[in-house]
Each structure stands twice: as C-alpha cells, then as structure tokens.
C-alpha cells in the first residue's frame, strides 16, 4: 500500500467562532499517523504528496471559482483567516495543503491504475466532499474526490470510476459535481436527514444513496446497505478504479455524527465494497473526509487499512 501525506497538511487551520478547537484540526492528522505507525510497516509505503496544478481544479470547479480562491486566499505575510463559510476558512498555507492533497490523489491514480501497488490512502486534509463547483462548504474548500475521478477519466481514459463516500454527513459537493456523469457511479451512506439535508432523493441516476437515521448502530448499517442496490450496481457497473471518501465521524464516539459504528463496521464497508466493485485486483484510492474523535479517527482508521490491505478479519 502507499500513504501519501506531507507537512503543510497540518498547517491549514480553520477559525472558530468559541474558545474551542475546530473540530476539522490539524491533530486529526496525528491520530491518522498514529494508526498508520500501528500497522506492519512492511505491509506500506510512505510517499510525500506531490503539488498538484492550479489547472487540476477545473477538472470538478468553476475557473472563475477556482481563480478566486487562489486570489483571494492569504499570502505568507497575512496573519488573519479568510472566513469562506461559516465554518470554513483560508490560512496562509490553505492553497499548498490542498494542492499537496491533489497532488496525492493524482500519484496515487498514477501508481495504482498499472501496478504493482494497487491500494492507496491519502493521510491529508483539508477535506473536500462537501465542496460544491463554485462553493465552499463544511470545512471543504475543494472537492479532491471528484478532482481525482475526473482526473482518471480525463488523463488515463478510464470509462467507469466508482466513488463510495461512508461519511456522516452526505457528500453533497461529490453529488453536484459527479452528477449524470456516464462515467461515475456516486454511492453514499449517511445520517438523513441531517446536515447538510441533501441526498433523498438523488440527483441523478448514477447516485445511489442510503440515508440512515440518527443512532444508527453497525447492524443497522450493515443492513441497510445490503439492502440496497450498492453491492449488485458495483457488480454491474465493473469499475476500473474505486475511490472512497472515507470519513470517520459516524464513530460511536464521534462529537459531530449521531451513529454508533464500530470499528469493524469501517472494515467491513471497505472490504465489502472491494469485493462487489471487483476484488483484490481493483485499483483503489482512499481520500480522507471526516472523523473528529481522535481515539475514534485513530482506530477506525487502522481497521480501514487493513481492509484496504485486505486482512481486517
């Protein structure tokens, strides 16, 4: 497996608005390493994320959305944020992390479609799938999974690219932008109807959404998305590369979810979702979204990974 990460990834920092940590803080990414550190270190590859281009961007964002943000973002010798939405905002390192971030997706694409390697996970933020085409949205600025699914079907010819987001809050952003696209498959579970009360019905044909209510526990989930079209639409569809958006906050122990998921219940989505999209010879790319318990991020994540690995049971 390789794990791309870099160190202006713990840089970005959004503002708040009370005496208290953002919940999306730069020491998310210490409990990710943590988990990463506890898992056998033969079985992966640490990789330092690449820049990826402005141009990439427009691959899932309007230019002139995309011009803004970099023109507007705080420079080197700017010391105040640049509130984007009511929770999310530019610091002076905000634009390289999420080109760091692009620029992962991108290498990661690039390693995982030929091989040998074919799992990859992305120990970076800011997040992204909350970010609309011209909109910034719940801590996401930029849309890296769509960025990413596009990039694969612009520069490697892919025709059919599976995007699985299992965070706890619907991937509204994701949905926009990746909709009546012939060449995607959105597939989403999430707390309904909750923030940011979007996703039933869907958009489009080609998202295929299952919203859970508040205190939905792992057999509950686990039943939910047997029960819908998710594993026989995968079979059908015969993706040529899966992306996860793979978010964290519907942990038990999550301050910003209402679900009580353990963490075999992140193994098990994972490994399930490998084996209907194609098996251990799908190439994958897993791009953090949400997770705000650290010891819940931690360990949630580690189980994550070895069900990328293909050993979490």
């Given at each position: 497996m390789l794990?791309?990460?870099?160190?202006?990834?713990?840089?970005?920092?959004?503002e708040n608005d009370v005496m208290l940590p953002h919940p999306e803080r730069p020491e998310r990414?210490?409990?990710?390493?943590?988990?990463?550190?506890?898992?056998?270190?033969?079985?992966?590859?640490?990789?330092?994320?690449?820049?990826?281009?402005?141009?990439?961007?427009?691959?899932?964002?309007?230019?002139?959305?995309?011009?803004?943000?970099?023109?507007?973002?705080?420079?080197?010798?700017?010391?105040?944020?640049?509130?984007?939405?009511?929770?999310?905002?530019?610091?002076?390192?905000?634009?390289?992390?999420?080109?760091?971030v692009v620029g992962a997706a991108k290498a990661a694409i690039d390693a995982v479609l030929p091989g040998p390697e074919r799992r990859a996970f992305l120990a970076t933020r800011p997040p992204g799938h909350h970010a609309g085409p011209c909109q910034p949205r719940g801590f996401c600025v930029f849309n890296n999974v769509s960025i990413a699914a596009y990039y694969a079907i612009r520069h490697h010819g892919l025709k059919r690219v599976a995007i699985v987001d299992f965070d706890v809050h619907h991937g509204d952003g994701t949905e926009?932008?990746?909709?009546?696209?012939?060449?995607?498959?959105?597939f989403s579970v999430f707390q309904h109807p909750y923030y940011p009360y979007s996703g039933i019905p869907p958009i489009a044909d080609n998202c295929f959404p299952i919203g859970l209510p508040n205190m939905t526990d792992g057999k509950a989930f686990r039943k939910g998305v047997r029960d819908s079209v998710w594993f026989e639409t995968l079979r059908d569809f015969r993706p040529q590369l899966l992306l996860f958006s793979a978010g964290f906050d519907a942990h038990k122990n999550d301050p910003l979810g209402g679900w009580i998921l353990e963490d075999e219940d992140f193994a098990w989505i994972?490994?399930?979702?490998?084996?209907?999209?194609?098996?251990?010879?799908?190439?994958?790319?897993?791009?953090?979204?949400?997770?705000?318990?650290?010891?819940g991020l931690e360990s949630s994540v580690l189980a994550h990974l070895k069900a990328l690995d293909g050993d979490a049971g």
């Open positions: 794990i791309y990460s870099h160190p202006v990834c713990w840089k970005h920092e959004n990414l210490d409990a990710v390493m943590a988990a990463i550190e506890r898992f056998p270190a033969e079985r992966y590859t640490r990789v330092e994320a690449p820049l990826g281009d402005k141009s990439d961007y427009e691959l899932a964002h309007d230019p002139r959305y995309v011009e803004a943000i970099f023109s507007q973002a705080p420079g080197p010798n700017d010391f105040q944020a640049l509130r984007v939405d009511g929770d999310t905002s530019l610091n002076e390192y905000t634009i390289e992390a999420s080109r760091r926009e932008i990746v909709a009546n696209s012939d060449a995607v498959r959105f994972t490994r399930e979702v490998i084996a209907a999209a194609g098996g251990d010879d799908l190439p994958v790319v897993s791009l953090l979204e949400g997770g705000y318990d650290l010891e």
